[in-house]
């Protein structure tokens, strides 16, 4: 127990420790301490010199707890408490470990004399006369004020200061304030902090949901405007002016510099309106390995001095080298990595993100980006294996990360979007201003799930947080064309067009929007825009291929599919291209030319055997009268995928369906089709890069009801198809349904409104390719009713 006599400010090889408040402090700086390694260093300052013994500390901090207990809480104390000081096991200077003894302070303590007496005395030094195994210091007392002026000397000469400039009162900023992150300056001739640094002060401020930083894509959309390359160095005054363009209040400025084998970080916030200095911090690293660690308490230090809660910062302050990787050069490629991501897309960037778990195989975060990227170009294999990895490491990454990562492994591996949006809706509660959150439940669970009002509500939640990111508007595009508000899609795809944003996905948006607005010069500009974006000239051909096919005009619709077969596999992306090919295969399969779609669904899955492929080639061969393909592929995705969204409501009970309808057995398909009705208007999977699969079940509701002789209720289930046209899009179930409804309308006995659909159906197809099985098959019909 520490001695009364003693104050209570204790002093420690350049720390500064207040026993009464457990504040921490190197430099002038404060260094977040959780309470339990505050109290494991006040044992161990209490004792200098001493070994204070795990029993020790288990009798003060844990009493009641199991060994097992007790052995995961003080390593993971010890841990923490090594952080916040710079310190290492392998070459400790601080906490020296005894292994199956305890733990040693290894540096003197000072406790500075209540005022009217002697000067501070070093409580280590006389401990040493009685304990040999404690060593006096080795530095005469004299030389220590010298040597440290001496220092700080040669650091001024390198324009920085240990100290923080104590002139500047601690800033409160609102939570309205943003923040602009400009380059951090390296003056070591290492390029190993290059970008690493900024990247990893992001990450760390990140974490504060107090804290507001402006993201990459709304500070390059930014330069753009201020007619520079989206890649222009963020110096001082580049950030400063984007600082006020986005009106935002605060830019960060930071810098490394090396004194031999030690470095010093500083970094200083600057009101970018008025120009007032309103924060500095400098932190020294005694070696290389220390940098990351010494920015995590640099950012803390920060977001104290910003005016956030402590005990937030307690919460959620985990250090770079525990969250991400203790590498910094598996930091630099992952920061690299984000570079590139932002300027050139996402199959770019997973060359860098590789290299980064090449590395550091524990990176957890590196291997979210992968699966994140491998997803963003229809490699859902790839995304899986990735994601599930950085799941299992999760325990290396900060709260903010394993949000992300818990909602992307719900997305992307188990695929049970009710639990992802779960966990999405506890990160917008713990972060309200992150945008990713609301990104992932308007881009893909809400759709899913059938909840359009709810994706565009998420949309625009987003483009409040970022509106200058090209993702929310096409976002918000996505929610106003499957609400059927076309004009809405228009002026926020012509407002992204002004800002001169680019990405694949508004590309396709431009497409999709002209295809339903029979706009056929619209569609024209889209496709030569797709040549100009990279990444979007497959996906804007496969698009041609459905709109060509959707009219009846199946020869086109093939060279343009196999054209965007041939891109994607150009570009060594096999699962996209075997989407495409099960996407041929669906279209041929409606169309009635059944050897044409086996062929189509037995290349598709030669290239992959993705859940998608498999669900569009099952169905194409079950449509072509295949049952037993049906049932086996069901079977298999049943096995698999259990939890899936997608699977469970969607794939299985449909391919259950179409083999139960090849048997003639229609109450079985409707009894399949049960599990759907809640999802029924909902976007799966196989939607997002395929674009077929939409409404699949109501279709073969609508089927099962016609092999009942129940018209009026098939005729309800088409006509619900044809309702939904901004979800449809150019699906070739669209244009099937207006035929299948005039069937179900000549069956119900109504020959008005089955003259009417018939009409319709071949007015859509008055061009269509001649001798097309559909076709010929409806002209009859048509015929009969007279």
Same mark, same amino acid.
């Given at each position: ?227 520079? $390359?989206?890649?222009? %160095?963020? &110096? /001082? !005054? ?7 363009? +986005? #009106?935002?209040? =605060? ?67 985990? $250090?770079?080298?525990? %969250?991400? &990787? /203790? !590498? ?7 920061? +690299? #990595?984000?570079? =590139? ?446």
């Amino acid at each position: 127990m520490q001695n009364e006599q003693f104050p209570n400010i204790v002093r420690f090889g350049g720390f500064e420790l207040d026993t009464r408040t457990g504040e921490l402090t190197s430099g002038g700086s404060r260094i977040p301490l959780q309470d339990q390694p505050f109290q494991i260093l006040k044992l161990l300052t209490d004792r200098p010199g001493e070994i204070v013994t795990r029993e020790d500390i288990q009798s003060q901090l844990w009493p009641g707890d199991t060994v097992v207990e007790f052995e995961n809480a003080v390593n993971a104390a010890i841990k923490k408490l090594r952080i916040a000081l710079g310190d290492s096991a392998e070459e400790p200077r601080y906490v020296e470990t005894l292994r199956r003894r305890g733990y040693r302070l290894m540096v003197p303590v000072e406790r500075p004399s209540p005022p009217g007496t002697e000067s501070a005395t070093s409580v280590t030094e006389s401990a040493a006369a009685s304990n040999p195994a404690v060593p006096a210091s080795s530095t005469p007392r004299w030389k220590v004020p010298v040597l440290a002026a001496l220092t700080l000397l040669v650091l001024a000469g390198l324009g920085y200061a240990y100290v923080r400039h104590a002139t500047h009162p601690a800033p409160k900023l609102s939570d309205r304030d943003k923040i602009v992150l400009a380059d951090f300056e390296n003056k070591t001739n290492d390029p190993v902090f290059s970008e690493t640094l900024r990247q990893g002060l992001t990450v760390q401020l990140d974490q504060s949901p107090f804290l507001s930083l402006i993201s990459e894509e709304r500070i390059q959309q930014t330069l753009t405007l201020m007619g520079k $390359p989206a890649d222009t %160095a963020l &110096t /001082p !005054s580049i950030a400063s002016e984007v600082c006020q363009r +986005t #009106g935002s209040t =605060v830019v960060l400025e930071g810098s490394i510099a090396s004194l031999g084998s030690q470095y010093v970080l500083w970094l200083r916030a600057k009101n970018c309106r008025t120009g007032e200095v309103i924060d500095e911090e400098q932190m020294p690293a005694a070696r290389k390995e220390d940098v990351l660690n010494t920015l995590s308490r640099v950012a803390s230090s920060f977001r104290s001095r910003a005016g956030e809660a402590l005990a937030t910062i307690d919460k959620l302050d985990t $250090p770079l080298a525990e %969250a991400t &990787t /203790p !590498s910094l050069d598996a930091w630099k490629a992952y920061s +690299t #990595g984000f570079k =590139v991501l932002s300027s050139s897309g996402s199959a770019a960037a997973v060359p860098l993100y590789k290299r980064a778990v090449e590395i550091d195989p524990q990176f957890a975060m590196a291997y979210a980006m992968l699966g994140r990227l491998y997803g963003d170009i229809a490699e859902s294999s790839l995304s899986a294996e990735n994601t599930t990895k950085a799941w299992q490491l999760r325990s290396h990454a900060n709260d903010r990360e394993r949000f992300f990562i818990d909602a992307s492994y719900d997305m992307q591996v188990t695929g049970d979007l009710e639990k992802a949006r779960l966990v999405c809706e506890a990160w917008e509660q713990t972060y309200p201003r992150d945008p990713n959150a609301h990104g992932f439940l308007s881009g893909a669970i809400y759709p899913a799930l059938g909840k359009y009002e709810e994706a565009l509500e998420e949309a625009h939640k987003m483009w409040d947080l970022e509106p200058d990111f090209p993702v929310s508007y096409n976002l918000v595009a996505l929610g106003y064309v499957a609400l059927g508000r076309l004009d809405e899609a228009g002026h926020t795809l012509d407002e992204a067009a002004e800002k001169h944003m680019q990405m694949p996905d508004l590309v396709v948006d431009r497409y999709q929007l002209a295809f339903l607005k029979g706009d056929l010069p619209g569609m024209e500009k889209a496709v030569a825009a797709a040549t100009k974006t990279p990444d979007a000239q497959d996906l804007v051909a496969n698009q041609e291929s459905f709109g060509a096919a959707y009219s009846g005009h199946l020869e086109r619709a093939r060279s343009r599919s196999s054209f965007a077969v041939q891109l994607a596999q150009q570009g060594n992306q096999q699962e996209r291209a075997a989407l495409f090919q099960s996407g041929a295969a669906v279209r041929e399969a409606f169309f009635g030319n059944a050897a044409e779609a086996r062929r189509n669904a037995r290349s598709a899955l030669v290239l992959s055997k993705g859940k998608e492929v498999e669900y569009g080639g099952a169905f194409a061969q079950g449509l072509a009268g295949d049952a037993t393909a049906a049932d086996t592929i069901a079977d298999d995705l049943a096995k698999r995928f259990p939890d899936d969204t997608s699977a469970r409501f969607y794939y299985v009970p449909t391919l259950r369906a179409l083999a139960a309808l090849n048997r003639h057995n229609p109450a079985k398909a409707l009894e399949s089709l049960q599990i759907n009705i809640p999802y029924e208007s909902g976007e799966p999977q196989s939607c997002f890069f395929g674009f077929f699969g939409v409404m699949y079940p109501v279709y073969l509701r609508g089927e099962a009801y016609l092999a009942l002789h129940q018209g009026p209720q098939a005729a309800a289930e088409f006509q619900k198809i044809i309702a939904h046209r901004g979800i449809v899009v150019s699906d070739p179930v669209g244009a099937l349904a207006l035929l299948q409804l005039g069937r179900a309308y000549r069956m119900a006995g109504n020959q008005a409104k089955a003259k009417a659909a018939y009409s319709n159906f071949l007015n859509l197809w008055k061009d269509a390719d001649a001798n097309m099985p559909v076709l010929v098959q409806a002209r009859s019909e048509y015929a009969q009713l007279g």
